[in-house]
């Protein structure tokens, strides 16, 4: 097991769950609590001129506070290396769970997706876009609650989300017709597109572009044409067609999906979200910070509201805030 001399006495790595370019995420444990959590660690050296885009990333997880989006509990950088502490999603990913049920009833995608709309729509509103919306980025956790994760490709456009944007990213499967063209494109319009390629593999088990040719893949996808299997709904059909518009123009908005008549059937509401700029104080999980480092509660408090909110103070209380939501006891050992 490599050991990074930056997490020594703060987390013991464990296995890895998760590889991608530049990228590795193991599992680890925090070891004043117990506490199981995902750590990304990104080398330096292999990340190259993608190095802004951690920093872009870290940026938008200290203002996204939302129960669908994955926690960043905090970051480590050394010389050579970045850490990112996450959220442990223990359910693992969603398409997992769809693939060892063949598909999802209606009931059942409804309420994953809208989950995914509310973090989505609460992502759009702060200016944001995903980009890279897509079943492996979408992790259950213990209580089987959904979390989008993997902001590296998200964009918050300069001049706000109705600002084109020209990179070509995310993965083509998933990838909106304008975005494979080239074209300039609004990150919330992409994002729509791919939620709506979500929505098909979560009522249908399986995807609507697919081809192991890329020419042929883009080829299905620029056609807009796809299967609709006989067990859809007329309701999920019309609500999967508005998504799936090939013209970006004619594409479903997010407020509009908010609303939509699928998603609020057998809910009073249309689908929320609140915008959170703090972690709620929690006055036992300072106590007990407060016993183990001998400052006062208080003190804790102010520094936690005063820091960058990813630090190992930060990493700490929101570990602890987990347990006592989950009615554990609020044990901590001083770190070795
Ligand atoms: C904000 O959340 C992020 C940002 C980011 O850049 C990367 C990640 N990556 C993560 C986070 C957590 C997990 C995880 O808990 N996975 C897991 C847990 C139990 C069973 C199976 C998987 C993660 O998994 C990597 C594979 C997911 N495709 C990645 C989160």
């Known amino acids: 097991m490599v050991r990074y001399a930056a997490l020594k006495g703060l987390y013991d790595l464990e296995k890895t769950i998760g590889s991608g370019g530049f990228a590795k995420v193991k599992l680890a444990t925090h070891i004043a609590t117990g506490e199981k959590v995902a750590i990304k660690i990104m080398d330096k050296i ?49 398409f997992d769970h769809i693939v060892e049920k063949n598909r999802l009833s209606e009931t059942e995608s409804r309420k994953f997706f809208r989950q995914i709309v509310s973090a989505v729509a609460y992502l759009h509103s702060l200016g944001y876009a995903h980009r890279d919306l897509k079943p492996e980025n979408v992790l259950l956790d213990r209580e089987e609650n959904l979390k989008l994760i993997d902001f590296g490709l998200c964009a918050k456009p300069k001049n706000g989300i109705d600002s084109h944007l020209q990179t070509s990213c995310g993965s083509p499967t998933y990838a909106a017709p ?61 609500l999967i067609r508005a998504m799936l518009q090939i013209d970006p123009k004619k ?86």
């Open 46 to 94: 292999s990340l190259g001129d993608d190095l802004p885009r951690v920093k872009l990333e870290v940026q938008a997880l200290k203002t996204l506070l939302h129960q669908h989006i994955c926690r960043l509990y905090q970051v480590i950088e050394t010389d050579s290396h970045y850490f990112m502490v996450i959220e442990y999603c223990s359910g693992g990913e969603l």
């Open 178 to 238: 304008e975005l494979i063209l080239g074209k300039k494109y609004l990150g919330s319009e992409v994002d729509i597109w791919s939620m709506g390629v979500l929505l098909y593999a979560l009522l249908c088990g399986f995807l609507p572009f697919d081809d192991n040719s890329i020419e042929n893949l883009y080829r299905k996808i620029l056609s807009g044409k796809y299967d609709e299997p006989s067990w859809l709904s007329s309701s999920s059909k019309r």
């Open 251 to 336: 594409r479903i908005t997010i407020q509009e999906l908010c609303n939509h008549p699928w998603i609020t059937a057998g809910f009073l509401n249309p689908v929320s979200f609140v915008h959170k700029t703090n972690f709620e104080k929690d006055d036992d999980v300072l106590s007990t910070m407060s016993a183990i480092c001998g400052e006062h509660a208080s003190d804790i408090w102010r520094k936690l509201v005063k820091s960058d909110r990813t630090d190992y103070r930060t990493a700490t209380y929101l570990l602890l805030l987990d347990r006592k939501l989950r009615g554990l006891s609020l044990r901590i050992s001083p770190s070795a």
